[in-house]
């Protein structure tokens, strides 16, 4: 099973809507079939790992990260596979939230005649597949905030100067990390300051994830990289009711996607701005800052993990924050967060943190 948890996590950030699922067969204490749900969402993993295994897979054991799909969808239903293939036992992690699975999957097995074992490593299933739980249940992707700040909490000195705060083996993780997400998210800030492209780099990756752009107006360069590639890698910009008529053409005229949402207090709504994200399909969304766009998810309560780079150099309070006005007057408000990891990336510190249980 840790086998099959490790292959589905090589598909994540490439099969959205789909959960990203792994497989093992294994027969006489041998793997016979291996797989993973294959970019774009299909084939999954079953039919993977069972094209592999042949003949070979009939009396076998198949290990699932997730419980087998039961549903007709542009594929027939993997529990009917693993049953066509003539499996005696499926071990899966988990069970499927999805309305259209939920316990389905197993039940069409067990009344086959192939025996079930459930909730085997069943922790790190739900830590891998929290992104499909949560558009499934709650109709949003899994969010990861991602800080890259100086030892004092700065992300650019008074007059926005920010490249590099971390060094290069930071950066290569960052990217690494972006791979591993639906979509790679920022504010109109830091589009405008920065310039991002926004891409996965230098490590041989030819899929990259979708760009989202928050920005009310629409008030980001036309000129600059994200615009220069849109009709590359997708782009897409998450607006207010009313943005710019003449940049919305222009955008759209350059292949970008537009996506309106509501606003509160004159900002773009945290939790709208999720549920259309969650309702094109993404399901982990890799947000980049800057410091507002940090500020509303954290307010809202929308952080899922919290990624930290810090760097050994201070900048001092002149300096821009990482994370803009929350408005707390009692620390019991502060959303808080359980750290899960910490390690030295070259010269910088890197820290991950889960949303702790309120």
């Given at each position: 099973m840790a086998l099959a948890l490790s292959l589905g996590q090589r598909g994540q950030g490439t099969c959205w809507p789909n959960p990203s699922v792994g497989c093992v067969i294994v027969r006489d204490g041998r793997i016979i079939g291996r797989g993973w749900t294959q970019p774009g969402g299909r084939p999954?993993?079953?039919?993977?790992?069972?094209?592999?295994?042949?003949?070979?897979?009939r009396g076998a054991t198949a290990y699932v990260s997730l419980e087998p799909c039961s549903h007709h969808g542009q594929t027939p239903p993997c529990a009917e596979a693993l049953i066509s293939a003539g499996v005696s036992r499926v071990v899966s992690a988990i069970e499927d939230s999805d309305a259209r699975v939920a316990g389905q999957g197993f039940a069409m097995l067990r009344e086959a005649g192939i025996e079930v074992t459930t909730g085997v490593l069943a922790d790190q299933a739900a830590q891998d597949h929290a992104g499909f739980f949560l558009k499934t249940e709650q109709g949003r992707p899994f969010v990861t905030l991602k800080l890259a700040s100086s030892f004092d909490g700065r992300i650019a000195t008074s007059?926005?100067?920010?490249?590099?705060?971390?060094?290069?083996?930071?950066?290569?993780?960052?990217?690494?990390?972006?791979?591993?997400?639906?979509?790679?998210?920022?504010?109109?800030?830091?589009?405008?300051?920065?310039?991002?492209?926004?891409?996965?780099?230098?490590?041989g990756i030819a899929a990259q994830p979708v760009r989202v752009v928050v920005s009310r107006r629409l008030d980001i360069p036309l000129l600059?990289?994200?615009?220069?590639?849109?009709?590359?890698?997708?782009?897409?910009?998450?607006?207010?009711?009313?943005?710019?008529?003449?940049?919305?053409?222009?955008?759209?005229?350059?292949?970008?996607?537009?996506?309106?949402?509501?606003?509160?207090?004159?900002?773009?709504?945290?939790?709208?701005l999720l549920q259309q994200l969650g309702h094109a399909g993404l399901t982990r969304v890799f947000c980049e800052g800057g410091s507002a766009l940090a500020a509303s998810l954290l307010a809202d309560d929308l952080v899922d993990e919290l990624v930290g780079f810090s760097?050994?150099?201070?900048?001092g309070a002149e300096g821009l924050p990482a994370i803009g006005a929350l408005g707390l007057e009692k620390l019991d408000s502060a959303p808080r967060f359980e750290l899960i990891e910490t390690r030295a990336v070259g010269p910088d510190v890197l820290h991950r943190w889960s949303r702790a249980l309120r």
């Open positions: 999954h993993a079953e039919t993977e790992a069972l094209a592999q295994a042949g003949e070979a897979a007059n926005g100067h920010s490249q590099w705060i971390t060094g290069p083996k930071a950066r290569r993780a960052v990217h690494a990390m972006r791979a591993r997400h639906d979509a790679v998210m920022v504010g109109a800030g830091t589009a405008r300051v920065d310039d991002p492209s926004l891409t996965v780099r230098d490590l600059g990289q994200l615009a220069r590639t849109a009709s590359e890698v997708p782009v897409w910009l998450c607006h207010g009711p009313s943005p710019d008529a003449e940049r919305a053409r222009a955008w759209e005229g350059m292949g970008a996607r537009l996506i309106p949402c509501a606003l509160q207090d004159h900002h773009i709504d945290s939790a709208d760097a050994g150099l201070t900048i």
